[in-house]
């Protein structure tokens, strides 16, 4: 059988180091430019979303959006019924910065699917969506403090 994760951990490995050189100018270091990225298309988000959809535990989103705050991406303001919840917001610094890393997102996107057509991109794009699914499925399991079979 074909180790085809093994060669989705080394494009997601290269990516996320190429990013880290990059931002690294800006402050951003460690994949806290995921966390940006996703507080700036969805403001008002909460932390525990932020690290479902970047596929974390809540403690390791916690530190990475502390990071971000206090270096004045992000802010977090209390919600208006339950003043217990806060919401995220990207600051005028992360609204700054989001548009070069999404330049970033869609280069690199250019670059890994350069020589595909269009239906080898949907094809490959439908196939990983699956492999995410089945993923999710044990993340979820494990998640709760449960152990798989192997």
Avoid at 101 to 129: C, P, T, W, Y
Wanted: aromatic share 8%; glycine share 4%.
């Amino acid at each position: 059988m074909k180790s085809i994760l093994r060669e989705i951990g080394m494009i997601a490995r290269a990516l996320d180091s190429i990013s880290n050189i990059e931002f690294k100018e800006y402050d951003l270091t460690k994949g806290q430019y995921l966390y940006l990225v996703r507080i700036c298309e969805h403001p008002g988000i909460i932390q525990e979303k932020v690290a479902e959809m970047i596929k974390v535990d809540r403690s390791t989103a916690a530190r990475a959006i502390k990071k971000l705050e206090l270096h004045h991406f992000i802010e977090k303001k209390a919600d208006k019924q339950n003043k217990k919840i806060k919401k995220l917001y990207p600051t005028e610094k992360g609204q700054r910065i989001y548009p070069y890393i999404k330049r970033e997102n869609d280069h690199s996107n250019k670059v890994a699917l350069s020589g595909f057509n269009d239906n080898e991109i949907e094809m490959i794009f439908n196939q990983l969506q699956r492999i995410r699914t089945n993923i999710e499925k044990d993340w979820e399991y494990v998640k709760k403090g449960n152990k798989r079979n192997y």
